[in-house]
Structures are given as C-alpha cells and as structure tokens.
C-alpha cells in the first residue's frame, strides 16, 4: 500500500536556524497537509495546500513558516528562524479527494535546542 | 470554532477483551466527520474508523465500532477482543469536512495486557 513519506525521522536543530521538513505524499494524492503534536498534547493543524497553494491555515502557521512543493513530487514546510517552542512532532497528510480521509506520514520529531 | 475531548488520559484491557473509548465534540456545524485515529509506537497515524454525520448507521471495520450519538454529540470508540497490538494511542478528530482542518482531542493511552 502507498505511503506518505516523511524525512528526516529526527532532526535537531539550534534556536534561530532554519530548518526544512521533507514529505513525499501519495503520488496520486492532491491535497496536501502539515499537522504538529508538541509532546504530550494535542496535534495540531498547521496548513492545507491544494493546486500549489495554500487553503487553509491555522494561527500557528505565522510568517515564520512556509510550505512549498518544488518539483511535483516533495511537499516541504520550512521554518525559518526556529524557537524552542517549535520542538514538536511534525506530520505531513495527503489525500486523493476532498471528502476522502488523511493518509499520515511517520512524522519528524524536530528538537530545537 | 470546533473542540474534542477525550475524557480518559489512559485505558488498560485485558487481551481479548473489549474495551470503550470515549469522546465528545461541540460543534455548532450540523454535517461533518468525526475520526479515530492510531497513533503506535511507531508514530504513524492510523485511521481506524470514521463516520459521516449525517449517517444514522454507527461505523464498523472488523473489531472496531463506534456509537454515534449525535444529539449527545458523543463518538465513542468500541475495540472487541482486544489484541496486544491495538496497544497505542487513540485520537479522536473532526472535521467540518472530511479532512481539510480536522480537530484533534488529547488522546487516549490504551495498554493491552496478556
């Protein structure tokens, strides 16, 4: 069965770097989504990308982020000066239609020290 | 705006045994999508079940099973003979439709004992 993709499985990174989360979604996939889940609560949405921009996006999703989709294949969210409060597990979520459910990545566990 | 609870921090069953997770929403949409997913050691995220809001019929894949009581605005999930590897946490979501911005509650640790 096809899978969404996600690397790297552990990234850390120091406080006010930049850092860039990759994920392949389902090839035949459309919609495309960031989720978070700090450790020990809730995951979180962070943004939708459908035909090559973004839909939707929640508060979290600030300046400081960006998502991209480069070369038709990777689906990328880029951080660009990290915080401490940014340490989270990263999901990246695709799907083939509008009413069909999330297909989830592993997910990334980003540490920012 | 949309929230889930989940009012169990942790479960435990015994192998083979059935166990409920429960889970309430507010919401003041009247069509939408409510969700279970797995999250396993591993990490992934796995959908388990889902039911559509305007289907009166509660879900079932195989050993799992939800009751919907929409008025309550209740989705609990039911996990019958339970095995070692349902041992995870179980997330409930919702989502106005049936995904773009779902809505996490805090999960539930269930354990499966031998």
């Known amino acids: 069965e096809p899978e969404v993709t996600q690397t790297p499985s552990h990234q850390v990174t120091q406080m006010g770097q930049e850092v860039i989360l990759r994920c392949v979604p389902i090839s035949n996939h459309l919609y495309f989504y960031w989720y978070r889940q700090i450790l020990g609560q809730k995951v979180e949405f962070l943004v939708s990308f459908y035909n090559n921009e973004i839909s939707e996006k929640s508060e979290i999703f600030d300046d400081q982020f960006s998502v991209e989709r480069p070369d038709g294949s990777n689906f990328t969210l880029k951080i660009r000066s990290t915080k401490l409060e940014d340490s989270a597990m990263y999901f990246c979520?695709?799907?083939?239609?509008?009413?069909?459910?999330?297909?989830f990545g592993n997910g990334t566990r980003l540490t920012v020290t | 705006a949309q929230t889930v609870t989940q009012s169990q921090p942790e479960m435990s069953v015994q192998e083979a045994e059935t166990v409920t997770l429960s889970c309430t929403y507010d919401?003041?949409?009247?069509?939408?999508?409510l969700f279970w997913y797995k999250q396993p050691p591993s990490r992934q995220m796995i959908l388990v079940i889902r039911?559509?809001?305007?289907?009166?019929q509660n879900a079932t894949e195989n050993r799992f099973s939800v009751n919907f009581q929409k008025a309550a605005k209740s989705f609990s999930l039911k996990i019958s003979d339970s095995q070692l590897g349902d041992t995870a946490m179980y997330f409930c979501?919702?989502?106005?439709?049936?995904?773009?911005?779902?809505?996490f509650g805090g999960g539930t640790r269930l354990m499966v004992k031998p």
């Open positions: 039911q559509e809001a305007y289907k009166q």
């Open positions: 979520a695709s799907r083939n239609q509008r009413n069909s459910p999330l297909h």
């Open positions: 919401t003041s949409e009247s069509n939408y999508y």
């Open positions: 979501a919702f989502g106005v439709d049936a995904g773009n911005m779902l809505t």
